[in-house]
């Protein structure tokens, strides 16, 4: 049976973050869907089904802690892992993050490393 690849869905409103991980995440054999803020993502998120998401902290209209809510809300989608990307380092962030039922943190800039690792152990399907 072919395993299909691995869903990443990438919400951040800024086009270089967006950019940089779907090279990243393209070049390791991950299908990589992207979307500029929380209401695109909402609607790509019910078409793809994405494995793992990551979603920046600020964003206009609907923020990540928003999205992130919206996302474990939906019975569907409860279990999806949701990986907050911030440029702030912060506990209040990392701390709101959680509330909102984020799996985990990512602070920005990321590497390439530390995005696929994050990938990975979220995945399901880390390298063993």
């Known amino acids: 049976m072919e395993q299909t690849a691995t869903k990443v869905l990438v919400i951040d409103d800024s086009n270089t973050i967006r950019r940089s991980a779907e090279i990243f995440l393209g070049q390791a054999g991950y299908e990589v869907i992207l979307a500029e803020d929380g209401f695109d993502a909402l609607s790509k998120i019910s078409d793809h089904a994405p494995d793992v ?5 600020m964003m206009p ?5 928003q999205t992130c809510a919206l996302i474990k809300r ?18 209040f962030d990392r701390a709101r993050g959680r509330m909102a039922g984020s799996d985990e943190y990512l602070t ?3 590497t390439k490393d530390s995005l696929l690792k994050m990938v990975a152990s979220h995945s399901g399907r880390a390298a063993r």
């Open 53 to 57: 998401v990551f979603v920046d902290i």
């Open 61 to 65: 209209r609907l923020d990540g802690y």
């Open 74 to 91: 939906n019975p569907r989608l409860s279990s999806t892992p949701v990986i907050m990307l911030s440029s702030k380092d912060g506990l």
């Open 108 to 110: 920005k800039p990321f």
